[in-house]
């Protein structure tokens, strides 16, 4: 009988070791397996994520600078067509030419000398790391001396706030002429956000006017100290060219009157009777190409982490933006730079200078890539030899050769898969410890269960949401049964909350933003804020719309508000039209935004011009007197998403202004442009010129009525 029993016993013991140990390998490969491929497709989607974020961040500041530039070249060649600019020419030139030919006291030469020894040439020295013959360096010429002297030596004001003198009371026809075009010029050039503005004489190249009375002043371009700088080189080009249309840019040098600092240079000619009588210069400092391609130097807030950031290379892959770590750490920053291999003259000449700009050279496949015309992403070694990921892309700016490119160190970007390395080898083991664990006992339970329960769990995590399987016992495996059949129970209930409330909220948020918004907000960015050179803004508002509904009831109202303004709605998506907002009585909408539209004006006006007969249609079927007053503008504005419990998709900027004010001044019943609307519809409606109104913060104001 024992015979038997152990006859019959060794093949179930058998069986049990061999099933053993085929879940103790089956586990072990579906943890290997699952871990690997779960590590590659984390790998490949977190490198995929953060490409797209670099270049959707590296493609934003692109267009920031590029705007930047060429907002610049359209406020500079209005200012150098205006009648005032062509007038202090005129005079300027004959005032400079006065002084060059009459010989003034003698005692101002020395004491320019003096001044120059004591305040300039030691900066000089100091930012050429050399000593320099004082004579290299002083203004050539009676006028020169004369008007450094009294404007720059005997200026009361400091340095840096020279500018502040308008007469300097020397009684001269120049200081006359100063005294009266000064503040106009500072106000402009402050206006623009101009480090300094110059007048330069076509002819002789003398700079006959400077804002800013650095040392420049009154010095010649031509056979001056400065006539190899980056401004002689723009004055020259400008002279030559009697198109009003056209602006010289020349790329950021260092320049010796500005302390050495980084400056670009922007000109555009004076032109007098189809003559070229001088060039207007503004002089454009580092310092805002630096913040926009910084984000102020809030790298964590813009989505850069620790070691991320956007930089700016130009020709000789010289940087025309800080590095991060020179911000963040100078010490860090230097040594690092050495470590890597900078020059010593390279870093000498960042320390002198106080910046890496124009100093720091770039050399990688990136700036490479991006200097040669190419757009692209990749990962390369990068920034002080360290690996990196990287987005490049060539900047398009009339006048330089820039490339921009936004990047950041692979140890912080791929920390989450190291992370998920180490935890997946940490379960890896747990798991091959449970496998041993139960495997004994798993081999002695009845399979059938387990295969089904198995075959359901897959089927389930291969999206079969409706798999079931079937209870066969009432031991620890039918209870397991029992508890996988209420999860998927509840998971599929769950599922089912959250698609809908998930379409509910997609469309709430599709209410209050337009849809390439909604999708951006999404996608994970947190500050959307866009600058639109060209769109149309209209303020629509009910005339009396109070005082008619304060006998109604609220419900009353509120029922024939919100007939009227759906209608309106309506009429916006069949043009194309983006409503902004509504305030009480008052609706706002913009065209040419978020997705530009070159008839973004003629849009607007057809949807004012519906907008007035759905209102007039409206009073006679609610048996209501209502008049709509409507207001339009075009030009630029800023638009982006405020707030964080509750979105809403906002515009600011004088464009903005202008249009409310076009709204509240206008007549009932009637629409009512600017210039700016009716130069561009005058050929395709009629309007009828009202003549200039009032408007705050403008004074008066040219406006149009259209002719419905």
């Not at 491929?37 to 790998?43: D, K, N, S």
């Not at 309506?570 to 008052?586: F, N, R, S």
């Amino acid at each position: 009988m024992t015979d038997s029993v152990g006859i019959e016993r060794r093949p179930r013991w058998g069986l049990a070791a061999k099933l053993l140990a085929v879940l103790i390998l089956l586990g072990a490969i579906a943890v290997l397996v699952t871990g690997v491929l779960g590590y590659v497709r984390a790998r490949d989607a977190l490198e995929e994520t953060i490409y797209n974020q670099l270049t959707a961040a590296r493609r934003t500041k692109a267009r920031q600078v590029e705007n930047y530039f060429r907002t610049i070249s359209n406020e500079l060649q209005v200012l150098a067509a205006s009648k005032m600019v062509v007038e202090a020419t005129r005079d300027f030139h004959l005032a400079f030419e006065e002084l060059e030919h009459k010989n003034g006291p003698e005692d101002l030469r020395p004491k320019v000398e003096d001044w120059y020894a004591k305040h300039y040439l030691p900066d000089v020295r100091r930012v050429l790391g050399q000593d320099v013959p004082l004579a290299d360096y002083l203004p050539v010429g009676s006028a020169a001396t004369y008007l450094q002297y009294h404007y720059i030596v005997a200026n009361a004001y400091p340095a840096a706030q020279r500018k502040l003198l308008d007469d300097a009371e020397d009684g001269s026809r120049y200081s006359a002429l100063h005294a009266l075009y000064h503040p106009l010029l500072r106000k402009a050039g402050a206006g623009l956000g101009f480090f300094d503005l110059m007048l330069a004489d076509a002819k002789s190249g003398r700079l006959i006017y400077a804002m800013a009375k650095e040392v420049d002043f009154a010095t010649s371009l031509r056979i001056g100290p400065y006539r190899n700088s980056n401004v002689a080189t723009a004055v020259a080009q400008c002279a030559a060219v009697p198109d009003p249309s056209v602006t010289c840019l020349v790329d950021f040098a260092t320049y010796l009157p500005s302390n050495g600092q980084a400056i670009a240079f922007m000109a555009a000619p004076v032109i007098d009777q189809g003559a070229v009588i001088g060039v207007l210069i503004a002089q454009l400092s580092i310092e805002e190409i630096d913040r926009v391609v910084t984000g102020d130097r809030h790298w964590r807030e813009e989505g850069f982490g620790t070691t991320g950031e956007a930089y700016i290379v130009g020709p000789s892959f010289l940087v025309r933006s800080g590095a991060r770590l020179f911000y963040e750490n100078r010490d860090a920053y230097f040594s690092e730079e050495a470590a890597a291999g900078a020059p010593a003259q390279e870093l000498d000449a960042i320390r002198r200078y106080g910046s890496p700009v124009l100093h720091q050279r770039i050399d990688n496949q990136a700036t490479r890539a991006a200097l040669a015309g190419l757009e692209g992403a990749g990962q390369i070694i990068g920034v002080r030899g360290k690996p990196s990921l990287d987005s490049w892309g060539p900047l398009s700016i009339p006048g330089v050769k820039w490339a921009l490119v936004a990047k950041i160190e692979r140890d912080e970007a791929f920390a989450p898969i190291y992370r998920l390395q180490r935890d997946l080898a940490i379960v890896g083991v747990l798991a091959l410890l449970v496998v041993l664990g139960i495997g004994a006992w798993l081999s002695h339970s009845l399979l059938a269960p387990l295969r089904q329960l198995t075959a359901g769990a897959r089927r389930f995590a291969a999206g079969d949401h409706g798999a079931k399987v079937e209870v066969r016992t009432r031991d620890e495996i039918g209870q397991l049964c029992t508890a996988f059949n209420g999860m998927v129970d509840d998971i599929t209930a769950k599922n089912a909350a959250i698609e809908s409330k998930n379409r509910e909220n997609e469309q709430l948020l599709l209410n209050v933003l337009p849809a390439p918004i909604a999708n951006r907000l999404r996608g994970g960015e947190h500050s959307i804020a866009d600058g639109f050179a060209e769109v149309s803004v209209a303020f629509a508002d009910l005339v009396g719309f109070t005082a008619l509904t304060s006998e109604m009831p609220p419900q009353h109202v509120v029922t024939l508000l919100n007939g009227l303004f759906s209608r309106f709605d309506t009429a916006a998506q069949e043009l194309g039209i983006e409503k902004i907002k509504t305030v009480g009585d008052a609706y706002m909408a913009v065209c040419g935004l978020p997705d530009p539209v070159d008839n973004h004006a003629e849009r607007m006006v057809r949807m004012a011009i519906r907008m007035i007969h759905i209102t007039r249609e409206h009073a006679l079927e609610n048996r209501v007197s209502m008049k709509l007053r409507v207001g339009i503008n075009s030009g630029p504005v800023v638009a982006g998403v405020i707030g964080k419990s509750k979105y809403i998709y906002d515009l600011w900027g004088d464009t903005v202004n202008l249009a409310s004010r076009m709204e509240a001044g206008g007549i009932p019943d009637s629409i009512q442009v600017t210039r700016a609307v009716y130069e561009r519809l005058k050929d395709q409606f009629t309007f009828e010129p009202r003549g200039a109104i009032e408007v705050k913060g403008r004074g008066n104001v040219e406006t149009w009525v259209l002719r419905l």
